[in-house]
């Protein structure tokens, strides 16, 4: 989606913290999500953000929005080689039902 | 359980033979979109129906039709698959109220030959 840019690559060390960061222009976004795809399969929602917080925890996942600079980033704690796959930040606009993705950013976790 | 089916999981086809796609989801949700995803790209949204009413995608080709003949199913029909049509081809579904996350099939990887 060209409103929505994400790096395209991104590789860790297993153990090491990932992060993921995704920038995005429509000021009146409500929901911010990200999913997460591994490799011949469909797209799994991990998590998501309301616009009017500034970060949502989950287990290992911290998702962190600055409203401010339209950033919002995914962070992944400990990380495992299972966590390799293509992560994918997604928005809703405010007048909108459908979402708009980035190209993705595949995560490449190193023993 | 699968909340959002696709059939078949893999599917080859001729060049110009047409070939149908299917999609089911047990969520009762009113929005349904079919994406195709080219090999390392984003999801592309084709099309998507709002309950009985289609919305196409000002890009997407003619070869690209799609049926909905009740709330639970949605198909995908290429009339005539070009080589260029191979792809993974993404059922999802959506509420079209508050929190509209998508949730997504497993996929149909279609290849021509």
């Known amino acids: 989606g060209e409103d929505v840019e994400q790096s395209l690559f991104l590789s860790v060390r297993e153990g090491d913290s990932s992060v993921i960061n995704c920038t995005y222009t429509?000021?009146?976004?409500?929901?911010l999500y990200w999913y997460k795809q591994e490799p011949g399969a469909g797209l799994q929602l991990l998590t998501y953000i309301f616009s009017n917080m500034d970060m949502k925890q989950d287990q290992r996942l911290t998702v962190l929005l600055n409203k401010k600079d339209k950033h919002l980033s995914l962070r992944i704690a400990d990380t495992q080689t299972g966590d390799s796959a293509i992560y994918f930040c997604a928005e809703r606009a405010v007048n909108d039902y459908k979402l708009s993705f980035g190209a993705g950013t595949t995560v490449t976790v190193r023993a | 359980d699968a909340m959002v089916i696709q059939n078949p999981r893999y599917q080859v086809t001729q060049f110009g033979k047409p070939v149908t796609l299917s999609c089911s989801q047990t969520?009762?949700?009113?929005?349904m979109y079919w994406y195709q995803q080219k090999s390392s790209q984003a999801p592309k949204l084709l099309f998507h129906y709002y309950d009985k009413d289609f919305n196409n995608e000002a890009d997407t080709p003619d070869n690209f039709q799609s049926r909905r003949p009740n709330t639970s199913f949605c198909f995908l029909d290429i009339r005539s698959p070009g080589l260029g049509d191979a792809a993974m081809y993404l059922c999802?579904?959506?509420?079209?109220?508050?929190?509209?996350?998508?949730?997504f099939g497993q996929g149909t990887r279609l290849t021509v030959v």
């Open positions: 969520l009762n949700h009113n929005v």
């Open positions: 429509d000021s009146s976004s409500t929901y």
């Open positions: 999802a579904t959506s509420r079209a109220e508050g929190n509209t996350e998508a949730f």
